[in-house]
């Protein structure tokens, strides 16, 4: 090994955790920092395009990058003089080849070699390995709905999301982005997202059952999402080591399994001039969405759309309740119930058989909370029930598959969801499914 002189505080804390034996420290400061990935000097002064930097070694094939141009130059013996500087993020995001591997500080004392799948879990971990890196994380969620989301969503599917969803603050990163920009980061379809008077609008709420979010590893193929190992096969664009499709952007993504939603989860139109302004509140006591007009704390009494905003947006009053439910276990008693996350408490609102309020406790009170729905398979694939009917059910697709989910000719209604209606007597292994309730404190212990 090159004996090599850390260049830096940060390389300080590195080559500590690395001498402990301390991977996951080593990992999470990895994760934070930018390294340098050396470049020929044509590619430094622009007269050719980068190129990956890559060797074979014993491993397979290793992209190569180093925590500093010092520790570059000192295990080249200053043979590498230029470096293009990234992020694990960023290399995740435009990842060449799922068979690939990263070296850091190949040759050097302090050094890591990574597949393809550590790579994605170092850059974009789960929110389960968020929670527990890290005792307040309190994440908002956001999904940007399409025309005809946002139309079932206030008409019949309230209180579950589906398909891919990322942190609201990665899009926040942008800036003031108008509806057109924000898809294009999204790499979501115009057509299938924008309203005519040019905005988009999107769910922000703060996540439950962390197990119904997969992190978003995978590929296009059965092989490249066991070489990452994934549990996601996608349709183009998808890289899947844990990002958005848009490989110029560092949006963290995951993908909801038709996931319950916290009360007060909220409804944002995001518009043409970029501009932010909440439309709605979830009000899962009165079953319905509470809509408004205005971007103001919602404090008060709700100040009805206008005319002009109640364009394409229906307002129905009562909704009819979501396919499944909250049940909460209390002094010995079940009660179906309703979540509400705050910054400094979680509160879980018991029901009785009829909706009345029962009572309004801290989840510390409750004995066990979970969420429960109906499952089923269908053809031998996965399925969770979303609507029942008198002789037929509608089916939402969990087997997390595109190519599956095209041989057995589902129909698409987002990237990533897909649905289909069957006969009732089709439909085999069908049981209640309990899943528990676990909030990104309780993913710490």
Known sequence: MIT?????????????????GDLNRSLSLLRHTQVALPASREA?????PYRWPMYQGETGTRLIA???????????????????????????????????????????????????????????????????????????????????????LLDNDLGTVSGYVHFAADVEDLGDATAGQILEALALEQASHLRDNGSVFALRWRPLA??????????????????????????????????????????????????????????????????????????LGQTRWKLFGSAADYDGPDAPLTPTEL??????????????????????GDFTAAVHIEESATTVELRDGSGGLVDAVPLDACE????????????????????????????????????????????????GVYRATVARDEARSTRSDFVPILLPQEATG
């Open 210 to 283: 962390l197990d119904l979010y997969a992190p978003s590893y995978g590929g296009t193929t059965p092989e490249a999402r066991d070489a990452v190992a994934g549990g996601i096969v996608e349709h183009e664009p998808y890289v899947g080591l844990g990002l958005g499709r848009n490989r110029d952007f560092q949006i963290r993504e995951f993908k909801a399994m038709r996931a319950p939603l916290p009360a007060a989860a909220e409804l944002w139109e995001l518009t043409s001039d970029g501009r932010q302004e909440r439309r709605g509140v979830l009000d």
């Open 368 to 415: 066990a909370l979970h969420y429960e729905r109906v499952v089923c398979t269908w053809r031998a694939a996965p399925f969770v029930v979303v609507i029942e009917l008198d002789d037929k059910l509608v089916l939402e697709y969990l087997g997390n598959n595109a190519i599956e989910a095209d041989q057995l000719g589902l129909e698409r209604h987002d990237q």
């Open 66 to 152: 180093f925590t500093s141009i010092e520790a570059m130059q000192a295990a080249s013996d200053g043979a590498m003089r230029y470096a293009r500087i990234s992020t694990l993020a960023e290399l995740a995001a435009g990842w060449p080849d799922h068979t690939w591997g990263l070296a850091v500080n190949p040759g050097l004392e302090v050094q890591f070699d990574l597949d393809s799948a550590a790579v994605a879990r170092v850059a974009a971990p789960s929110l389960s390995d968020f929670a527990k890196a890290d005792p307040k994380f309190a994440p908002v969620l956001q999904k940007v709905l399409t025309l005809a989301e946002l139309d079932a």
């Open 44 to 48: 430094h002064e622009g007269r050719e």
């Open 4 to 20: 090599w002189t850390p260049a830096s505080e940060f390389e300080q804390r590195l080559t500590a955790a690395y001498a402990a």
């Open 311 to 332: 364009a394409g947006l229906r307002s129905r009053g009562d909704m009819a309740r979501s396919s499944g439910r909250f049940v909460a276990r209390y002094q010995g």
